[in-house]
Structure formats: C-alpha cells, structure tokens
C-alpha cells in the first residue's frame, strides 16, 4: 500500500467538499513526515548498497546482471544487496508517485493509458503544447475496428491538481463518416441514434 498515494487521495477529497485548514495542515504534515521516513529509508539502503559494492568491488549494475545469471552464488551478502535493490527501487517509486502534478505528466499519463487499452491500434499526436501552468493536446486514435477518434482538451494547473478547462472529441466510423462527438460537455451526433456507443 502506498501511504503517500492514499494521503495525496485524502487531500483531494477534503479540499473537493470544502476549505478546512486544520485537516488540510494535517494533511500536508503527514504527507511531509511519510516523505522525511522514505528518504531515510533510501539514504540508509545506498549506504548499505554501497558498503557492499566496495566489499565486492563491484557496482551494483554489473552485481544485477550477474546475479541474474546465476554467476555470483547464494550468499548471505548477495541476497541482502538483491534485497536492498529492489527495496531502493521501490521506495524510489513511492517518492516519485508523490511528486506534484504537471500538465506533462497529465498528459504523458493518458497517452499511456490510450496505449495500453487493447481496442486502440494507434495513437498520433497531431499538436501538443505543454507549460508549467496550462497545456493542450490533440490526439488521433485509431480502434481495433477501424474508427478513428479526435482528442483535444485543454487544461490548467491548479495548486497541485490538473484540471480540465475545455476538450472535445469526435468519432468517425472506418468510412469516414461522422458518428458523434462531444465538445466541452455538450453531446452531438450527425444523425438521431448516431454515437450511442459513446
């Protein structure tokens, strides 16, 4: 469980349904020590990382490759610093998954996610702009089935959160023809019945 994710949750819940200053000085204050504790944790494992890369006069990398291979043993020694690996790694994932919002990695984060669904075929970034207080993108997608999707949403940051200011899209089926759409929240179809599958 990652705690820093779940509190960064709990802030955007409370600050949704209200200012509360208390709660929200609360908050930040755990988000803080919970940060202050994994950047102990990561200062004491590359001490121990590096303890043992001196003992062995090897770097951590090359110990890695090796010892996936099966080249170094089962060594009591080698097991911790395989240990000590995959901890720093994922305390390294924890810290990061709590850094602030940016319009890049809102924007990097739904590329991804198009990609991974297995229906989209393709996506083609058709313009982008990114800055550290707004940015807009505009995608085309291409489904399993042929049809093609047209993204484009503009967004803000604000305080720690990105929110959306304006996007629209627009399906066209295999043939060309316009299916339906959707632009800052208002439906609209060529035809009664067209777009349901929105």
């Not at 590359?46 to 890695?64: H, T, V």
């Not at 089962?74 to 990061?96: P, T």
């Not at 998954?97 to 989209?120: C, G, H, I, P």
């Not at 929110?163 to 959707?182: E, I, K, P």
């Amino acid at each position: 469980m990652d705690v820093l994710v779940d509190l960064k949750k709990l802030q955007q819940v409370v600050e949704s349904f209200g200012s509360n200053p208390l709660i929200e000085k609360t908050i930040r204050k755990l988000i803080s020590l919970r940060k202050q504790e994994l950047k102990r944790t990561l200062r004491h494992l590359s001490e121990e990382i590096k303890a043992l890369e001196q003992r062995y006069q090897l770097s951590s990398s090359d110990f890695q490759k090796r010892y996936a291979e099966g080249a170094l043993g089962d060594d009591v020694d080698l097991i911790k610093w395989a240990s000590f690996l995959d901890m720093q790694q994922r305390v390294q994932a924890q810290l990061g998954a709590s850094r602030e919002m940016t319009t890049a990695r809102y924007f990097e984060r739904l590329k991804m996610m198009l990609l991974q669904l297995e229906f989209v075929e393709e996506v083609i970034v058709r313009e982008e702009l990114i800055t550290d207080d707004f940015g807009y993108l505009r995608l085309r997608f291409t489904l399993s089935n042929g049809d093609i999707v047209e993204l484009f949403e503009y967004v803000v940051k604000d305080q720690n959160a990105i929110r959306t200011v304006n996007y629209s899209f627009h399906l066209q089926d295999a043939n060309a023809d316009f299916q339906g759409g959707r632009k800052a929240g208002r439906a609209c179809r060529s035809a009664p019945g067209a777009g349901e599958k929105l």
